[in-house]
């Protein structure tokens, strides 16, 4: 097994990223390629994982150029071909490797990924996919961001696709809930009521309409919405808890007891924050493309990045593309438009 | 100054609406009408306002029908001529009442209001805005639900509305947002762009795009967006917020000293959350109806009661109406719709 990480993306800098992938190789059998500046992170690599057995499992693959984050996706990785994204992306189409990690600019990992490995036959839109902590389980949310406007059939094959991930959790048949404003199957926008309609008739376990306040409760293990929708959700909830924490935090500075208060409860909060913190599912999967690719937070920890590598590693493991395809031959596409 | 309380709706009953009324007067200078079954709110009153120089200026309006909260808003209507609802705002027509409010069914509150006072000349479609805390002031969101297929047109008339009513809160020139997914003017969905070059053209202090991670920062003052994606972000927030503290509970009965820490920050907690409790701010304000109109949350107390029958005096006292039909004609809309 064989992890291919952009070593050159993210927030933090290599040296983070490169102690995500020491990490990943101590847990699991596996081996990572490091793309980026070759004296740099041969540098880095030289002083991190020196006397460290597992560190014979990581090997470098240079690049020149670097794609930020504020760089225009597709234009990007058309102009950068040497860039770390790119030159990832290639050794898993040259079989070097099996899955891609990037905590750099998620547009243009995805659009590298679409531009060289390629749609998964029969998906129309590829998209992110994403967890959300809930009161039990977490949940896998889709699309967040990829595709904005949408058509029934995209929504379809977002079901499709993130249903089939979410099996790489042991979940037996997942429980598909379609994002909504309303709980009985004609409320909600056009998109959302054509849908219902398609997933109804679809061979997956559709259970029917969640609204924005069920999202949290882990009644079901997959929900689907448009990109546009699904972005603004998890933005608005990452903003949502560090707003909230930062209104606490000024409401216990206030006074000495609540200062005392909270560090007794310290180590429950913690246990809070680690069942929140989106770092300990991994990162976001790109499903639809013909591969194995995740794309990790910019702000990404050495612990988030470890998650994220043996996430792909569990998603080349479960074969999710494999069983991507076999889910959509199970449907007839073309009757389900039509019913 | 009167306001007109539909006394059945809500899911904790008369008396918690009625004891709203009754702080509503005793802090401020106006008369309130319950609407509803004259016995049993007769009965109610008689028990809590007795002694009170207050109830004095508490009144009862008979209605024989109540609308559930189950209910097609729609039909109901229709079908319950003399339902509370229904009697409240055929008050506020018959200038017997110059607002209402209803923590019922708030579906079936719009179309009411929309059925009897009718939309303000020029508005195409009316719409609920509500508060959300942020880390300085709340901010006003619209639309959280009213209409979830929206063209542009709709979208900038929201900026409008909510703009004037944001004003309540003597907010001198309130700067707008648009809810999108990234911050450039380009970003968005098809909807998102077109309205952004509508509301860049017009008269308001349109201040560009805002993100989901944003909308808690309060560097707006309104935040414009269909009612699809408010209504979801509404619900979400809540859903969050109810996960969060349930999580975080579970947590601290894990450990005698994390209780014990519990116990001492509790008044920074509660503070906490009397600033993001929606209560405080009072109820949602129907905007774009010819007339004032609020609806409360159904678990409304009746601190949240009193809190929306003086806002909806607030709203009276600074002529939002007024505003609006000034705000559209410093626009011309067909101008703008061709630009």
């Known amino acids: 097994m064989h992890i291919a990480l952009d070593a050159m993306g993210g927030d933090h800098g290599p040296e983070e990223l490169i102690a995500g992938a020491l990490l990943a190789v101590e847990q699991a059998d596996l081996h990572v390629t490091l793309v980026g500046d070759e004296t740099l992170l041969g540098s880095i690599l030289g002083k991190r994982g020196s006397g460290s ?11 020149s150029q670097v794609i930020e984050m504020n760089e225009h996706p597709v234009e990007a990785v058309r102009k950068k071909k040497d860039s770390s994204i790119m030159v990832a992306v290639n050794l898993v189409r040259r079989g070097e490797a099996d899955a891609v990690v990037s905590a750099g600019n ?13 749609r998964l036959e029969g998906i129309s839109r590829p998209g992110i996919a994403s967890f959300f902590p809930t009161l039990k389980k977490p949940v ?29 959790f042991d979940i037996g048949n997942p429980r598909i809930g379609l994002l909504t404003i309303g709980e009985e199957g004609g409320k909600g926008n056009q998109l959302v009521k054509e849908t219902y309609a398609l997933l109804k008739n679809s061979s997956l376990n559709f259970v029917g309409n969640v609204e924005g306040r069920d999202v949290f409760r882990g009644d079901v293990d997959v929900i689907v919405c448009d990109g546009f929708v699904g972005n603004i959700c998890l933005k608005m909830s990452e903003g ?4 909230a924490m930062q209104m606490l935090r000024n409401e216990i500075v206030k ?11 310290r180590p429950a909060f913690n246990r809070f924050r680690k069942r929140v913190d989106y ?21 990404s920890s050495d612990h988030a990045i ?19 395809l076999k889910s959509l031959a199970a449907d007839d596409n073309d009757r389900l438009m039509e019913s």
């Open 53 to 63: 057995s597992a560190s014979a499992r990581i090997r470098i693959a240079h690049s």
């Open 106 to 118: 998620s547009g243009a990992t995805m659009a590298a990924a679409v531009r060289v490995l390629g």
């Open 140 to 168: 896998v949310l889709m699309d967040v961001g990829a595709n904005v406007d949408c058509r029934p059939l995209h929504l379809y094959q977002f079901a499709v696709m993130a249903s089939c991930f979410s099996r790489i």
């Open 240 to 243: 949502l808890a560090e707003a």
């Open 255 to 265: 006074s000495l007891p609540a200062k005392i208060g909270y560090l007794l409860a």
């Open 279 to 299: 770092a300990e599912y991994g990162g976001a999967p790109l499903l639809g493309i013909d591969g194995v690719g995740i794309v990790c937070h910019g702000a």
């Open 306 to 324: 470890k998650n994220a590598i043996l996430e792909a590693r569990k998603m080349v493991k479960h074969q999710v593309n494999a069983a991507i």
